[in-house]
C-alpha cells in the first residue's frame, strides 16, 4: 500500500561557483566554514562537486540541494556567499514541491 505526503517546501538547487572574479580559489577549509551556516539554517541538505561556466570560464562548483518554505532563506544563503567570497552571482533553481508516496 503506498501512502501519499505532500510537503508545501519548495525544491532548491544552488551552485556556487568557487572562482573568485578578483583572483583567488574558494578552497575546501573555505567552504567548510561556509557549509557551517548552510548546517545552522537548513534541516538537511545534498551536495555534490560539479563543473560549471560562468562568462565562458570552466569552474569547479559546489551544487546544492534542499528544501526550504520560504525563499528568502535561500536570498540569504546566497548574500552571504556572495559577500564572503566576492562572487557576481550564485545559480539558483526552484522546482515544486516533492510528493512523496
Given at each position: ?33 561556509y557549509q557551517v551556516l548552510l ?19 570552466q569552474e569547479k562548483m559546489k ?5 526550504v518554505e520560504h525563499e528568502d ?29
Open positions: 500500500m503506498l501512502a501519499f505526503v505532500y510537503t508545501n517546501e519548495m525544491q532548491v538547487q544552488m551552485f556556487f561557483g568557487r572562482n573568485i572574479p578578483t583572483g583567488g580559489y574558494v578552497d575546501d577549509q573555505a567552504w567548510q566554514q548546517d545552522k539554517i537548513l534541516d538537511g541538505m545534498t551536495i555534490l562537486d560539479g563543473i560549471g561556466y560562468w562568462k565562458g570560464q551544487v546544492v540541494s534542499t528544501s532563506t535561500v536570498e540569504n544563503l546566497v548574500t552571504v556567499y556572495k559577500q564572503m567570497f566576492n562572487q557576481d552571482s550564485v545559480a539558483v533553481q526552484y522546482m515544486p514541491p516533492l510528493q512523496f508516496y
